[in-house]
């Protein structure tokens, strides 16, 4: 097989380096990929989330299976125009896209078919009446920009004056873009987060190994909210009757409901879930594979990917064929100094070299770019270190010591990924 990636997150070039192992996979190509997916893959440029030109793309070379990584492009519609060609593709619909695309669609998704989650107050399109509803909540409250954000559009807001000014800039000064035109008002949710993912390809499912991302910039959960500054799975992590309860009171509904919505759904599905005191409730759907967790979930891997997602696509997953690595993975992220503000690019990262040689690790690049033989930071998340063990220390204990080895000017990352926390804490503060 010729495959066609598209992406270039730390996500993708797990996938590619999964993908690669795969004794039917001939040829990888990714577009536009990323210092790292280069070393493994041809690097093809164009612009990812626009659907005409990818399609221009994939009439030049023809690839036998395309898989789409970020939720841009699934957004604007790119697997519908493959499967209007007759294209073997892995993704979500436009349509069904819409679960992560638009916040309001997904709320009102889940309370239409009783999916536990946070209770909501409304949704507005005036922020003079978001700003009026905040008269009737109780803090702190969560509120969501509809559209997509970039990870930016979820504030947890600790009392009014805080919810009004984040209302005020998103709504009115724009500062989310069209993202933020339409904005949700809920309730705080306490507890562990879990992502929780699943593959499917429109009839049957098979769920991912379960893993905690850390989504805080600083250790000890503070800091602004990024797009995930490290992940962890290990066996431990759902036990046997939350697993169960996720599955009958939440992944089951939301397929059903999906069906009886008419609405299709083949891919990668996320359920982000809040672990409460009482039981487990949606945070969110993202309509893709998370960002770092897919390193972690790669790591466990112990099937073939290209071969189960040919099947996706074809119609005919066979769930028994997802076969799974026994212990934990983690994957800690290496950030810009600034991230998730503003960053510099460009700094020569050292230490990968001597890297390449030790088992059980691997490097995953994000933001980075090659530069003759060189690689050079190119962007906030910039590198996922990645190791399997027989237990969570062990994975860590490999990670932490790789990490040790690598530099770039401003490195930064989270010493604590693995660690449980749990503390309800504003975003963004
Ligand atoms: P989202 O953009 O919907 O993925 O949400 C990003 C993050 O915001 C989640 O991973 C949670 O950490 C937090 N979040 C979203 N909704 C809530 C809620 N109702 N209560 C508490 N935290 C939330
Ligand atoms: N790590 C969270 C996400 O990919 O949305």
């Known amino acids: 097989m010729k495959l066609l990636v598209i992406g270039s997150g730390g996500r993708e070039h797990a996938l590619v380096w999964k993908l690669k192992q795969s004794m039917h996979v001939e040829k990888i190509w990714c577009v536009p990929g990323n210092g790292g997916i280069a070393a493994e893959a041809e690097c093809l440029t164009a612009d990812a989330g626009d659907v005409a030109s990818i399609v221009r793309l994939a009439e030049k070379i023809h690839p036998d299976l395309t898989v789409v990584g970020p939720e841009l492009p699934l957004v604007n519609g790119l697997t519908d125009a493959f499967r209007l060609r007759n294209w073997p593709v892995v993704g979500p619909s436009k349509q069904a896209a819409q679960l992560e695309g638009s916040k309001v669609f997904s709320k009102e998704f889940l309370l239409r078919h009783k999916i536990p989650t946070a209770n909501l107050y409304g949704t507005y399109d005036a922020a003079r009446d978001a700003c009026d509803a905040l008269n009737g909540v109780a803090w702190p409250a969560v509120i969501k920009a ?3 954000c970039a990870g930016k559009g979820v504030f947890l807001a600790p009392d009014k004056t805080a919810g009004k000014d984040f209302i005020e800039r998103v709504m009115e000064r724009g500062e989310l873009g069209t993202g933020g035109k339409r904005i949700l008002l809920e309730d705080a949710l306490e507890g562990d987060e879990l992502s929780f993912m699943i593959l499917t390809d429109g009839e049957r499912y098979a769920p991912l190994v379960p893993t905690r991302d850390h989504k805080r910039a600083f250790d000890g959960n503070e800091g602004p909210n990024t797009g995930g500054m ?6 431990d992590l759902l036990p046997d009757e939350l697993r169960r309860t996720i599955l009958t009171k939440i992944l089951e509904p939301t397929l059903r409901g999906l069906a009886a ?3 299709p759904y083949q ?3 996320y359920i982000g879930l809040m672990l409460t005191k009482s039981s487990p409730m949606v945070l969110e759907f993202n309509c893709r ?3 770092p967790e897919t390193q972690a979930i790669v790591a466990r891997m112990d099937f073939d990917l290209a071969e189960v997602l040919r099947d996706v696509a074809a119609g005919k ?7 799974w690595k026994r212990g934990a993975s983690v994957c800690v992220v290496l950030t810009s100094a600034g991230y998730p503000g503003k960053y510099t690019s460009g700094k020569p990262i050292d230490g990968l070299t001597s890297l390449s040689e030790q088992t059980g690790v691997v490097v995953f690049h994000a933001g980075t770019k090659l530069d003759s033989s060189k690689i050079l ?3 906030g998340r910039v590198l996922g270190v990645t190791a399997l063990g027989s237990s969570l220390d062990g994975a860590l204990a490999a990670v932490y010591s790789a990490t040790e080895k690598i530099h770039f000017d401003g490195m930064h990352y989270r010493k604590d990924i693995g660690a449980r926390t749990s503390r309800l804490k504003a975003a963004g503060d």
Do not use: E, H, M
């Open 377 to 379: 930071t190119n962007g």
């Open 289 to 291: 594979l998370g960002d």
């Open 267 to 269: 891919g990668f599905l």
């Open 261 to 263: 919505d008419g609405i």
């Open 146 to 148: 509809d559209g997509l």
């Open 317 to 323: 997953l066979d769930p028994s064929k997802l076969r």
């Open 230 to 235: 490290g992940a962890y799975s290990a066996d």
